[in-house]
């Protein structure tokens, strides 16, 4: 089992539980899901709270593995980089397919072997989904989530904005960093040092 239904209550992701070992050779079988505000809130992650998505899935049991396609389209609601306030951002799985895919395998017990290569307990033959579909839906947000222009929320920009120009400016004053015209002083004139060999080649030059 992954370890995110450890200290869990595993009960409220029963829908999302799937009997894979008693699938007959070479079967189908497809599964619809929605994952609404519930669903992201039992899931308990600060990245992503609010949302609705359908989810199509189809599994197909090959020779030796279980094929796992995951198709979905909705949207999110995550917060502004800019102003912090909420905003909607539509996912989908089109063009990406590759990207939505797990293959299952039986065995003793469960392991991660890849990114998209499972294994699970041969005894149990089930798989709870519900870590893998929130999992696939925030790798399909963007990184950067802005509100288009003049969507943002202009007051809370500017606190933002004011705080961060205050935190730089604190940084710098700690570095012990000055602007260079008031480090020197207009009665402390630069000196050079001048290296002693070049006094050496001028006596030789005077010389000649």
Same mark, same amino acid.
């Given at each position: ?8 209550? +595993? ?5 999302? $539980? =799937? ?8 079967? &189908? ?13 039992? &899931? ?8 609705? +998505?359908?989810?199509?899935?189809? +599994?197909?049991?090959?020779? !030796?593995?279980f094929q796992l396609e995951f198709h979905f389209h909705g949207m999110v609601i995550v917060s502004c980089d800019r102003c912090l306030d909420e905003m909607e951002i539509p996912v989908e799985s089109d063009g990406n397919r590759s990207n939505y895919r797990l293959i299952v395998k039986l065995g003793k017990e469960y392991a991660e072997?890849?990114?998209? *290569? $499972? =294994? =699970? ?5 089930? $798989?709870?989904?519900? %870590?893998? #579909? ?6 399909? *947000?963007?990184?950067?989530? &802005? ?9 809370? !920009? ?8 205050? /935190?730089? /400016? ?15 002083? /207009? /009665? ?5 040092? +001048?290296?002693?060999? %070049?006094?050496? #080649?001028?006596? $030789?030059?005077?010389? &000649?």
């Amino acid at each position: 089992m992954p370890r995110f239904f450890k200290n869990r209550n +595993v009960g409220k992701f029963d829908a999302y $539980l =799937i009997d894979l070992k008693n699938m007959d050779p070479a079967e &189908i079988r497809n599964y619809e899901y929605l994952l609404d505000n519930r669903f992201f809130m039992n &899931i308990g992650e600060d990245e992503l709270q609010k949302g609705k +998505v359908n989810v199509s899935l189809t +599994v197909e049991r090959k020779p !030796s593995f279980f094929q796992l396609e995951f198709h979905f389209h909705g949207m999110v609601i995550v917060s502004c980089d800019r102003c912090l306030d909420e905003m909607e951002i539509p996912v989908e799985s089109d063009g990406n397919r590759s990207n939505y895919r797990l293959i299952v395998k039986l065995g003793k017990e469960y392991a991660e072997e890849s990114d998209e *290569i $499972l =294994i =699970i307990s041969e005894e149990e033959g089930t $798989l709870n989904l519900a %870590w893998f #579909l929130y999992e696939f839906v925030a790798l399909a *947000i963007p990184m950067r989530h &802005i509100h288009s222009p003049g969507k943002c929320n202009k007051s809370m !920009s500017a606190k933002l904005k004011k705080h961060s120009t205050r /935190d730089r /400016d604190d940084d710098e004053a700690s570095s012990g960093y000055e602007d260079e015209s008031v480090a020197m002083s /207009d /009665d402390e004139p630069e000196t050079e040092t +001048v290296d002693p060999r %070049w006094d050496k #080649l001028k006596d $030789l030059k005077d010389e &000649i």
